[in-house]
């Protein structure tokens, strides 16, 4: 069993959707939770940072954890077609600095 | 800030050649970089994490010898791929740690084609 698990899709959506992108994991000990965007050739971009459970928001992107189901969520409001990328969820124990990946979801918003 | 660099964003060579990537953090310094390598349509595998003045520490399966890896200052890591092989062809992409809670930041990656 993988350490993070992801469902790689591809998921397509209509533009304006809300999008819902999650990501399960198995070790308790992680505590750092992060959720990167790639395009197509690129690096990924960190786009949202969270410690232990909890909310956290940034625009039109909101983060979940929910450590006690060991289950995390990426939420995207009113999806534009600038959103269509690969999102990969990240987690890392306390001091220690190695990333656990989950293998991406793929997201397709259509005009 | 935390920008991250790398060049070049592009390489072609042939067999049995060498090849140099830099990673560099433009706007910190960072001790500590890391080293991934991506195939298409497939998460990063980390290769070796990188710190400033010491040698590097490598995952298991990553040959030290094929991937040299230098981080000789707190805003440069280099990673050299010897005697290339059309196997050794990938997407390579660097991070640096930055900042209290230690995020790592990644670079724009490099894409080598080994010919």
């Known amino acids: 069993q993988k350490e993070v698990e992801q469902d790689p899709g591809p998921l397509s959506v209509p533009e304006g959707a809300i999008v819902s992108l999650n990501c399960t994991y198995s070790n308790s000990a992680f505590q750092y939770f992060m959720w990167y965007r790639q395009y197509s050739r690129k690096g990924p971009e960190l786009l949202m940072y969270t410690y232990s459970s909890g909310n956290k928001e940034d625009g039109r992107f909101t983060a979940q954890v929910d450590k006690s189901s060991k289950y995390i969520s990426l939420f995207i409001r009113d999806s534009q077609p600038s959103d269509s990328a690969t999102y990969l969820c990240?987690?890392?124990?306390?001091?220690?600095?190695?990333?656990?990946f989950g293998t991406g979801t793929r997201l397709t918003v259509i005009p | 800030g935390a920008v991250v660099s790398q060049h070049p964003s592009r390489v072609i060579c042939k067999s049995g050649t060498s090849v140099k990537i830099e990673c560099r953090s433009l706007?910190?310094?960072?001790?500590?970089m890391f080293w991934y390598r991506q195939f298409p349509k497939q998460s990063l595998m980390l290769m070796a994490t990188?710190?400033?003045?010491?040698?590097?520490?490598?995952e298991q399966g990553v040959e030290k010898d094929k991937f040299l890896i230098n981080h000789a200052s707190l805003t440069l890591s280099t990673l050299t791929v010897t005697s290339a092989h059309p196997e050794d062809s990938s997407f390579y992409i660097c991070?640096?740690?930055?900042?209290?809670?230690?995020?790592?930041?990644f670079g724009p990656g490099t894409r080598l084609l080994v010919l």
């Open positions: 990188s710190n400033e003045g010491s040698k590097a520490t490598y």
């Open positions: 990240a987690m890392r124990y306390v001091g220690a600095n190695n990333l656990f």
């Open positions: 991070s640096a740690l930055q900042g209290a809670e230690e995020t790592q930041y």
């Open positions: 706007d910190f310094q960072a001790t500590t």
